[in-house]
């Protein structure tokens, strides 16, 4: 899904990496709430969001979803691509398809389709 932004009076469409999706925020709230709502893990959603956990929400902000078919992990110091694939129980080729940039530096959302 694409959503549709006007950026110096121009029209831009800007798609949502496979694995996540768009959701407008319906009125003033926390991540907390709509973490309750939606059934994930606000930890993730504050990070996919560049949010801070407290952070307060606004009526038709954007957010970032992650889809329910995918799982995620977040690296650490001296992950490799072995160990993120042993974690998320996916072949690496899998994950180097879905994540067209991965650097394994501390911090870095890695997602893998869940089969």
Known sequence: MSEMYNVNN?????SAP???EYYR???RGSLYAIAKDTN?????????????????????QMLL???TDYAFYITKEGDT???VSHTLALDTQE???NNPTIYLHSGQLIAGKVK
């Open 18 to 20: 496979p694995y996540l």
């Open 40 to 60: 994930i893990n606000p930890q993730l959603l504050s990070i996919l969001n560049g949010l801070d956990i407290d952070s307060e929400l606004t009526k038709n």
């Open 81 to 83: 691509l072995e160990t």
């Open 65 to 67: 979803l992650p889809k």
């Open 95 to 97: 994950i180097v398809d």
């Open 25 to 27: 925020v319906n009125e």
């Open 10 to 14: 121009q029209e831009l469409s800007i």
